[in-house]
């Protein structure tokens, strides 16, 4: 740190006091990140402030403060009246938006010559010159580099020197970069791809690199938006956004990255314009005119003595309610230093002088202010400042910011998405490429022509090429999204989509969204020619992908990596049961049982999965979809309902998930947040009794009855907007859901409280989990747990999430409720009733996704080195609560009966283990004493739930059974 601060210190030390009278006072305070032998340049840089002080009027000290927009285009008259402006008003600073190199050199020179003072030139170039200048180079927007790994961070300092080289060539002394805000709000019109990302840590690091390597170079950074721009759905050069984060959460996450640039020696800070009702709720105050954000935040709390500049003034969060020179004297009351951008000078400075001459404390502010920037200037070398050294950039800089681009975008790749390994693509393999973007769809049209070359070459490589600028969509129009979806639908053909765009364009191909999403997806960023270059060689293998996925979206979790492998070698049959050390003979007994039980029609198809030790060593599918000999096959891409399996796969983990935030307790009554219990029976019934069917609640009723109204249930086509379908062609009224609580509210309760499995307490938890998140419990667990964990085939209402109908095995002819063969659509009725998304059933999944769901609750909440649930509240969850009253539930889960011999499970299932079974014929089991994930999946209730062979025949206890028996457990 101390090496770091040092070398900084050699070209640009961070600037400390006021005034002379105070100077040995607030050094002390203000430079505590700053190498104490430093007094000769500060003190340097005070006598000559002081100086500059004594020779200047009070109009002239204002003027200082006020740091004008340079126009792009004037007339002679209006150049003649900007200069007149810098010389009579001894304006502080200028700061430049457009133009070329060569006229903003000149016009520098020019201006420099005029002033008395030496100007400082400041430009907003977050991305380099070119972000201004059109003849300058553009680097590639901070979100590109957010997705660096940690490692290629050193990177970032390059650019930031390079940045700085080329500011300091064209006699730039201020930067307004970095971005420091955490973007977590996709919607966010004016930061986005500006920010580094959503990780406060990784935003923190990038900035302070990014300013000290433009500070080493004579450039001073200015970290903004303070206090955090990030979560805003407004622009504030348009409207003032408002902010209602807790204070607590702006002081752990928004100011973060602000104050680790505060420590590591950052010269400048802006502030934005913001309304942040948690420290300042008045009215229409932005953060950037208000004495309790600035001053006790930025000066008082965290110490700092640099440059304090106002986000543009001009802009209308501020404009729009304060005129006159009024936001100005506003914002030097609550700190700032420099009024950047007044709209009118004149009234500006006019404004802020009468201010001082009928105050002096203001006018000692003015002093404070204006000492502060002449400081800055001595420190920047504006002290013997040389026009004729000045010039634009030349080839050479641009050929080398060139190979930096390009060695930033190969290292920033990001692959979220690899289904089947379709990356990387061998180098011999023919592909069909096609570059869609937002202006040119219409240029692309997927006709049969084009449909039959994707599939001859089997491979399709999509280029999205979408507008960074454009704030509708994230620049890509709903066409070319659509066309995307229609490519990647192409039955047998992999699909590769690299975005040159947003990361928030991700929202469009979900994780959850298993069959139009493209198979392989990779984020490139930008559309820069220099990213575009480097992606063949990732796409077949000659070049890693190291990017980190800066943001979530979309289901894609922040941090993701992905690593693009050759497809392995496929495994004989059992040898993965040889390396694991389990009895092959067992497996093969396994396979007879499976082929047994489709020959008694106790199911038309199966898929059994056995893991041991985090790996899956066996995963075999029997049958077809239905008893049809030209059905499609049972394979491990089959979708399959999960009925009561939903209990533990959803609602029981939300619980978990709000227990272990501390949202709620379990010996919480259901009634604190379901106020329509308040006045039942049901008012004391507890979360924990709820979870552990001790509860007095009936098992279950036909509630769906009630939806057989014409009023509740739509038949054919053209539904009205407030229906929900639940079977071809047929739609239940949305409101019912609430309507089926009414009647589980108005039931009665059993008589004694035993241990009796109901559906209607997880009806309840389900309605619980929304009142306490705000979000339903299927989005509550795509956001928490399945979209995380890359679970792409979990949901409820499949069809509805793209999920295509020919993948998920048929359940049950419903004759009673909408009369029709269920396929895709939930088979409980009463999940049915409630819309398909219910606490108790609605769940869909595969082998392949369970296990991975089932793997982390066996690592007590922990999966692939993310911890979703604390391994205390998830061992709470395994633990039986009313063993003392023969209840052999754990909460949520299943167990083994607590003495005698268990029938429901395998008897060799030891008490630590935990599971659940399903209507449709469904079975996971989990016993950490052994290591085991054991799933069963059927559609055993097609064409009709009677007669249960499945249960009759003992067909997945036995299974279970040989599976300890392979591990010499008897």
Known sequence: MKT??????????????????????????????????????????????????????????????????????????????????????????????????????????????????????????????????????????????????????????LFGAEVGRQCRKMGINVNFAPVCDINNNPRNPVIGCRSFGENKKRVARKSALYAEAMQREGVVAVGKHFPGHGDTDVDSHLDLPVINHSKEYIDTVDLFPFRHLVNRGIRGMMIAHLQVNALDNRPNMPSSLSERIVKPLLRDKMHFDGLVFTDGIDMKAVSNNYKDGEGAIRAIRAGADVILLPIDLENTVNAVVKEAKHDPEFAKMIDDRCHRILREKYLCGLDKLNLDKLSVPSKEDEKRCEELTRTMARKALTLVRNENYTLPLDEKQQFVSIAVGSCDTAATKLDEALKLRIRKAGTVVISLYANLASSNNYGVSKATIALINDIAAIDSVNSVLVIYGSPYILESFPTYSATLAPSAIVMAYQNLREVVDVVPDALTGKTPFEGKLPVTTGGYLEGTSLKAVPRPKTPSRYEALKNAGMDIDCFRRIDSIANYGIAQKAYPGCEILVAKDGKVVYNQCYGRQTYDVAAAPIDVNTVFDLASVTKVSATNLAVMKLVDAGKIKLDDKLSRYLPYLKHSNKKNITIRQALSHYARLKAFDAYWKGAL???????????????????????????????????????KLEKQQKYLYSDLGFILLADLVQQVSGQSLDIFMQQHFYGPMQMNNTCFQPLQHGIDIKRIAPTEYDKSFRKQQLRGYVHDPNAAAMGGVAGHAGLFSTAGDLFKLYQMMLDSGRYEGRQYISAETFNTFNSRHYADKGNRRALGFDKPFIKGRSTHVSPSASQASFGHTGFTGIMVWVDPQYNLVYIFLSNRVYPSSSPNKLSSLNIRTDIQQLIYNSIGVK
């Not at 770091?4 to 006091?17: N, V």
């Not at 014409?710 to 639940?726: A, E, K, Q, S, W």
């Open 4 to 157: 770091t601060i040092l070398a900084l210190l050699l070209t640009l030390t961070f600037s400390t006091s006021a005034q002379s009278r105070s100077t040995n006072q607030r050094q002390k305070k203000a430079h505590h990140t700053v190498a104490a032998n430093d007094t000769t340049g500060i003190a340097a840089a005070n006598r000559w402030a002081d100086k500059q002080m004594r020779h200047l009027d009070l109009d002239e000290k204002v003027g200082q403060l006020m740091f004008l927009r340079v126009p792009l285009t004037m007339t002679k008259k209006q150049q003649n009246a900007f200069e007149k402006s810098i010389s009579k008003y001894n304006v502080g600073g200028i700061c430049f938006f457009k133009g070329t190199a060569d006229i903003q050199l000149e016009r520098t020179r020019r201006y420099q010559r005029i002033a008395d003072i030496p100007l400082m030139v400041t430009i907003d170039g977050e991305w380099g010159l070119g972000m201004r200048l059109t003849d300058c180079y553009s680097f590639p927007r901070q979100m590109l580099m957010g997705a660096l790994a940690r490692n290629n961070d050193s990177l970032i300092s």
């Open 709 to 747: 109204d014409d009023d509740n249930l739509y038949v054919g086509d053209n539904p009205p907007d407030d229906y929900t379908p639940i079977g071809e062609n047929t739609y239940v009224k949305n409101h019912y859901r609430a309507n089926l609580c009414q009647q589980i509210v108005a039931s």
